[in-house]
């Protein structure tokens, strides 16, 4: 089997995160290799980490989603082309996401199912 993609995840909302860790890591192809529950936090995990993919909450303190992808983005140069999947609460026709500027793949209202989830991370790895 080839190598399992490697997943980041960042979250302020700790069960959120373990409920992410746990539906991910139970695919066979695919880990958890770090999680953050904040920006400066994700930030500081990419620096060092390899990985495939980050699922994003759009409203984390002090740096929300994009100013966070946007710190990823800059940090080496795999960092500019990995995907990055927005996750929010807040998800109207009217509420504007602008994460295609910074890269971002797709944004997934919360609580998200774990089917859409993992049709979004498949498609995107």
Known sequence: MADK????IAD????LREDLTELINNQRDM???GTASSGK????????TEYDLILMDMGLPFMDGYATTMGIRQ???DGRTVPVIALSSRLYADDEF??????MKARLQKPVSARKLME??????
Do not use: M, T
């Open 5 to 8: 993609k490697k997943i980041l």
């Open 98 to 103: 602008h994460g295609e500027e910074y890269g």
């Open 31 to 33: 880990e958890v290799v």
């Open 41 to 48: 936090e994700i930030v500081n995990l990419a620096r060092n």
């Open 120 to 125: 979004a991370v498949r498609e995107y790895i």
């Open 12 to 15: 302020d909302f700790q069960l």
């Open 75 to 77: 940090l080496r140069e």
